[in-house]
């Protein structure tokens, strides 16, 4: 990744800070699309920040100016259970503004575009773990456009000569991640633990998850890009954790006094998954370094340093 220019739509998030940091610490040069600025936990002086809707029309003019060589596309509308309510603006996100980032890129530089998907193009699958010959079923707009998004970057591959490659993300957490309730439950009770604040957990506490380490996230997506390898793949660790275990986890963590409550009324569209990424680690060498419980250590010790 040296000196090469990158492009990182939603670059000032969670992921895409992460996923900044990594790429400057190897030499290249980043620029970061984004609606919204980065907090400062989160941003890296030697990135240039550009705050832009990635539906503006400005997006041209900025692969104009970058001629990236590399696109990292992250930029979404994020949060699936609220995706239900909201499918309209999720679409504007996730299919209007991806379909215009294609646009400026096919118009220019032509970059290999590395492509953030979700597990939630799968839906309920029958069986687990989830492999990618499974045939999608997703069951909320956010799935679904995410889905849509994935058949576009085919589209622009196959007739336009565009490559990509899309990671179909279980869930992912770490340092930085948002708290608030449409975030993920790790960040959720790590930060409501340590301040002391109630905990729920909707129904049983058994709707499971795959959680996966956002170090190992960046890892993938960098391998991703550097390879000549395109296409779709599962990226998660295999190993399925039930919201009750991750309350324990965190709860142990913290050697926090605390209990929960139980909110009975709000159903979770997705009940048990758990992905298997054996093509992602035979094709790219790739596998998740961070277990669970350290990487629930490290993150809550960012929620204490941060609170």
Not at 62 to 83: C, G, N, T, W
Not at 170 to 198: H, K, T
Request: proline share 4%.
């Amino acid at each position: 990744m040296n000196t090469r220019k990158i492009l990182i739509t939603g670059g000032s998030g969670f992921v895409g800070s992460h996923l900044a940091d990594a790429l400057v610490e190897r030499g290249a040069n980043v620029v970061v699309i984004d609606k919204v600025d980065p907090k400062q936990t989160n941003k890296n002086e030697k990135v240039e920040y550009i705050n832009m809707n990635i539906q503006d029309d400005g997006v041209l003019g900025v692969f104009e100016k970058y001629q990236p060589e590399i696109v990292f596309h992250l930029a979404a509308h994020l949060h699936d259970r609220e995706s239900v309510d909201m499918p309209i603006q999720n679409a504007q996100d996730n299919v209007i503004g991806l379909l215009n980032v294609c646009e400026a890129n096919r118009k220019t530089s032509k970059a290999k575009v590395v492509f953030m998907s979700s597990c939630a193009t799968y839906g309920n699958q029958s069986s687990l773990p989830i492999t990618e010959d499974m045939i999608p079923a997703p069951e909320t707009p956010y799935g679904i456009t995410k889905l849509v998004g994935e058949n576009y970057f085919r589209f622009y591959q196959n007739i336009r000569e565009i490559p990509f490659i899309a990671f179909r993300a279980a869930n992912i957490y770490g340092p930085r991640q948002d708290s608030s309730a449409e975030s993920g439950v790790i960040g959720i009770f790590s930060s409501r633990l340590i301040s002391g604040e109630p905990v729920v957990i909707n129904n049983d506490g058994q709707t499971t998850r795959d959680y996966i380490y956002v170090a190992d996230v960046v890892n993938a997506l960098i391998l991703g890009a550097e390879s000549n390898t395109t296409g779709v793949f599962n990226l998660g660790t295999g190993i399925e954790t039930s919201t009750q275990q991750i309350f324990d986890l965190i709860k142990s963590e913290i050697d926090a006094d605390a209990n929960f409550e139980r909110n009975e009324n709000q159903q979770d569209a997705l009940k048990h998954i758990v992905l298997d990424a054996g093509k992602l680690r035979n094709e790219l060498s790739w596998k998740p370094e961070v277990n669970l419980t350290d990487g629930v250590a490290g993150t809550v010790k960012w929620y204490k340093d941060n609170k």
